[in-house]
């Protein structure tokens, strides 16, 4: 045949991109809830080819949105927002995975990138409602099939130039970690960016007079901070930057062993009102710390007592840490991100 074959853009077409939009931002949020590197290398990689992959649907698409704005009169303005945010989203996904950490005013490429997508949600709903695009029997095809495999390739072949491009360009993204984050003041705890998740504030506290309430019991700051138990482990926040410290504190099953028999998990609880929720038998590996490299927790950093939650991502390391509740209710049931 010699007809273009963008000339057979339509509904597949649109569905493609939709199947491709909806995978991104899942691996995305999969991505943050992964903190172990095998895991999150694929879930990345996955992530980065679905992203790049929308932008070989272009010729396409830009065939479809020519045909739609040739035909109707209807209000294009939603569409375009729709379009405008998955560009910023996409350039500032890839400036992130290729330019390094650089905070611009308070913001960073990967929260720019993260925003849009985000706000990319509800303009998506509305828009695939309003164009319902029905999946038929016959797009089982052999030849769809091959099309599906060949965006697959290319998808992943696209994730692969850009990866090539940091190697021979000797871009800063060469050094980044399976969750696409950077090591900033690793061993030199001062370096590391001082980091809240949504709307949380730094408190002032009172070191020496700090309490932890621990189910019934009370622990103090002097209990606390002459312990001995100590772990080398990676904070790696979800804005993008990693570093890994020697932390000294508490191991918390020392702390949990007249818990009642009926406790499932436990709330860990900061001044700020701040919780993440874990399993008890996880509590072997978590350590209520007062030190970082040898030295008292800043206050930015979460100084008198933070959590220290080797494995897994930022937002688990609760900092300020006031209270740790027992419950009989299982860990899983928390929201999967914190709220504020
Ligand atoms: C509209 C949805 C989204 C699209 C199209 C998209 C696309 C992309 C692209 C193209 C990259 C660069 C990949 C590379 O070259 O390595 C990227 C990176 C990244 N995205 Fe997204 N993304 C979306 C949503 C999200 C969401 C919701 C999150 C997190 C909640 C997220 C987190 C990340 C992270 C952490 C990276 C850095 C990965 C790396 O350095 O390899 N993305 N994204
Ligand atoms: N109370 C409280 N603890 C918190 C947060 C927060 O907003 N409030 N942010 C978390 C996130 S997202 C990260 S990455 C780490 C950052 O630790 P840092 O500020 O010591 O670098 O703290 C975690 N603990
Ligand atoms: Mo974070």
């Not at 980065?48 to 649907?57: I, N, R, S, T």
Request: glycine share 10%.
């Amino acid at each position: 045949m010699s007809t273009p074959s963008t000339l057979r853009a339509g509904r597949r077409t649109n569905l493609a991109l939709l199947a491709m939009l909806v995978s991104a931002l899942v691996t995305g949020l999969l991505g943050y809830a992964i903190g172990t590197p095998g895991t999150a290398r694929v879930v990345t990689i996955a992530h980065g080819a679905f992203g790049l992959g929308l932008l070989l649907l272009v010729p396409w698409k830009s065939v479809i949105v020519r045909r739609s704005i040739g035909r109707s009169t209807q209000h294009h303005t939603a569409s375009i927002l729709l379009g405008l945010l998955l560009l910023t989203s996409l350039a500032a996904g890839v400036l992130h995975a290729v330019g390094g950490y650089h905070s611009v005013l308070g913001f960073t490429a990967l929260t720019v990138h993260v925003a849009a997508a985000v706000l990319i949600v509800p303009l998506l709903v509305a828009h695939a409602r309003g164009r319902r695009q029905q999946l038929r029997r016959a797009d089982l095809t052999r030849r769809t099939v091959l099309r599906a495999g060949a965006l697959g390739v290319g998808s992943l072949a696209a994730y692969g130039t850009v990866e090539a491009a940091n190697a021979v360009l000797r871009l800063p993204g060469r050094h980044r970690r399976a969750t696409g984050s950077y090591e900033i003041g690793s061993g030199v705890p001062e370096q590391m960016p001082v980091t809240q998740w949504f709307t949380d504030r730094v408190p002032t506290v009172d070191r020496l007079g700090w309490q932890v309430e621990i189910g019934p019991r009370t622990v103090t700051y002097a209990d606390l901070s002459a312990s001995p138990d100590g772990v080398r482990a990676v904070l790696d926040c979800t804005g993008g930057w990693y570093a890994e410290q020697d932390w000294r504190g508490v191991r918390l099953d020392r702390l949990l062993t007249d818990a009642p028999a009926d406790t499932q998990s436990f709330d860990v609880v900061s001044v700020t009102g701040y919780r993440r929720r874990f399993a008890l038998a996880d509590a072997d590996r978590l350590l209520l710390a007062t030190h970082v490299a040898g030295s008292p927790l800043s206050g930015g950093h979460g100084g008198p007592v933070r959590l220290v939650a080797p494995g897994r991502r930022g937002y688990w390391w609760v900092k300020w840490v006031r209270r740790v509740e027992l419950t009989s209710r299982p860990a899983w049931l928390q929201p999967p991100f914190p709220l504020q």
